[in-house]
């Protein structure tokens, strides 16, 4: 089955609705999800962000945290997937963050960084969890990977936080 199908099927089977935000990934897993008939049902949004100072500046992202860890690390991935979860209470219920920086297109031998997080709430209290990943390959590889990851992580992380809370 192809990912986005089995992923919008899950987030229907449980009355969730996503929103992602995205920076080298440019929009690729909303998109995913877009392309699937009914998925209006289940995607609130993708947010596509590119520069320094627009990731810096969007909910729930510290100062603090961005100096410490920097801008493309799991405790900012996390703190911005929370942050959106607040923002968007009542809308989206489950919240992809995936921060990185492309490859260089000539090199496919220079690995990526990419830092996934997802949010959501169960019974009125917000789990977040999050992963880095090392990718090294193609650039469009590389890209539609972190997307299949992200998206493959929205079942793994919202059924392992709905047993642990439970």
């Known amino acids: ?4 199908k ?6 229907k089977s449980r009355g969730l609705v996503l929103a992602s935000v995205e920076t080298c990934t440019a929009g690729r897993i909303a998109a995913m999800l877009a392309d699937v008939p009914g998925a209006t049902d289940c995607l609130d949004f993708g947010l596509i962000v590119h520069s320094p100072c627009a990731t810096a500046d969007l909910p729930g992202v510290r100062a603090s945290t961005a100096e410490q860890c920097g801008l493309i690390s799991e ?8 942050g959106v979860l607040a923002q ?15 490859a260089p297109p000539d090199d496919a031998s220079v690995p ?3 830092c996934l997080a997802w949010a959501c709430v169960h019974r009125g209290q917000t789990y977040s969890a999050g992963e880095t990943v090392r990718l090294c390959g193609r650039r469009g590889e590389i890209l539609r990977s972190i997307a299949r990851r992200a998206l493959l992580g929205v079942p793994r992380f919202v059924d392992a936080t709905l047993s642990r809370a439970d």
């Not at 089955?1 to 986005?4: G, R, W, Y």
């Not at 089995?6 to 987030?11: A, D, K, M, R, T």
């Not at 405790?75 to 929370?82: D, K």
């Open 1 to 4: 089955m192809n990912i986005a």
């Open 6 to 11: 089995q992923i919008v099927g899950y987030l």
């Open 75 to 82: 405790a900012v991935a996390r703190e911005l997937a929370e």
């Open 88 to 102: 968007r209470a009542g809308h989206a219920g489950v919240v992809v963050v995936s921060l990185g920086l492309p």
């Open 112 to 114: 990526v960084v990419q």
